[in-house]
């Protein structure tokens, strides 16, 4: 076996290691009502060498959650509690400028929501990554560049065409691959993608997947794929956490939680995936809508109102995210007592 692949399967699952450990991190917006969470007490772990998939409804906290994986939440949001421990770096909660600076893109990489390119219109891609290099004090840019230009092969982009041009000149699946090069160029051995394939059509987005699978897999990366469509991370992912107002609802192997959902909530975004093969009359829509910061009830269960199998209690207390057997975490009073989730 190649050395290349050995050296994949000693940083791989099995070692029970997190490279990036999330502990009741609360991050709060202000808004007119005070500051209000978006996303509260959340444990999580990302174990090394693995694909973490996030998903849940928009508003839920996804790309909140990413952004203060790097300590990277804009104003009127900042990090209220909790702490992030990424291996190799520290606490980025309480990491200096300086180091937090080095820690993104060295440490870390991190691809942006597809709607809010991080390229800049005026400068070709390579200018920019020659930017990025001089920000984190490459000494040599040569290398920089030959390194981006095996990214690009790795991904399918002619390399020369893919740095020469600039961010209009890129289809949707090129820009977001072009951000999947600036997110590693730098080494980072965690990747976060925030929904990669939203903006792309059907083919673009196997295409995308592909691709993260593989630099994944070849590189030895700890990776996040951020989506609100868990078809997109059901394939890829090793593990799903599905979250819901702020909070993580559940959290285990993708194929556990996929078979034998426990909440009620996985179980409502399972039976609303359309079916392309069989019955697409299977698919069922959740009914209602997500609660965003200012409608999420401040006590009780969030998901209460639009639960099949909501109890007296869930109008009272907000159930903890507790571990049951089988390595799996779930958030719900109805789960123990006998409730079937679907
Ligand atoms: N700058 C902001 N000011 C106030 N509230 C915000 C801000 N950014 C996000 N929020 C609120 O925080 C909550 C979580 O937003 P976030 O963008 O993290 O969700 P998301 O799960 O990534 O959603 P989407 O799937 O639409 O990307 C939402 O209720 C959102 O309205
Ligand atoms: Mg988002």
Redesign the pocket.
């Known amino acids: 076996m190649a050395t290349a692949e050995t050296g994949v399967q000693a940083a791989s699952p099995g070692t029970g290691e997190a490279a990036v450990r999330v502990r009741d991190l609360t991050v709060v917006?202000?808004?007119a009502r005070g500051e209000l969470p978006?996303v509260a007490h959340v444990d999580l772990d990302l174990p090394a060498g693995q694909i973490t998939g996030i998903v849940?409804?928009?508003?839920?906290?996804?790309?909140?959650?990413a952004l203060a994986l790097l300590n990277a939440v804009?104003r009127?949001?900042r990090i209220l509690s909790g702490s992030v421990q990424v291996a190799g770096v520290g606490d980025v909660v309480t990491l200096g400028r300086r180091a937090l600076r080095q820690a993104r893109g060295g440490k870390i990489g991190y691809v942006f929501?597809a709607s809010q390119s991080s390229l800049n219109p005026l400068k070709t891609v390579g200018k920019q990554l020659l930017d990025l290099g001089r920000s984190h004090d490459v000494a040599d840019l040569r290398q920089l560049i030959r390194e981006a230009k095996g990214l690009a092969e790795e991904m399918g982009l002619d390399p020369v065409r893919a740095l020469g041009s600039y961010q209009h000149q890129l289809s949707g699946g090129m820009r977001q691959r072009v951000g999947i090069i600036f997110a590693l160029v730098l080494n980072a051995h965690v990747l976060v993608l925030?929904?990669p394939t939203t903006a792309l059509d059907m083919l673009s987005q196997a295409l995308v997947l592909g691709i993260v699978r593989r630099v994944h897999r070849e590189r030895g990366l700890t990776t996040v794929i951020?989506t609100?469509d868990i078809g997109v991370v059901a394939e890829l992912a090793d593990r799903l956490a599905v979250?819901y107002a702020?909070r993580i609802v559940e959290e285990g192997r993708t194929e556990e939680v996929l078979a034998s959902p426990l909440h009620p909530y996985t179980a409502g975004l399972i039976a609303a995936i359309p079916r392309i093969v069989g019955d697409p009359n299977r698919s069922r829509p959740l009914s209602g809508r997500p609660p965003?910061?200012t409608t999420v009830p401040p006590r009780g269960c969030p998901f209460r109102e639009r639960c099949p199998v909501a109890m007296d209690v869930c109008e009272v207390e907000d159930p903890a995210l507790v571990e049951v057997p089988g390595g799996r975490r779930v958030a719900c009073h109805a789960r123990g007592r006998g409730v079937a989730v679907r």
């Open positions: 917006y202000a808004t978006a849940g409804e928009s508003g839920s906290g996804k790309s909140t959650l804009q009127p949001g929501q925030d929904e951020i609100h979250m702020g965003d910061l």
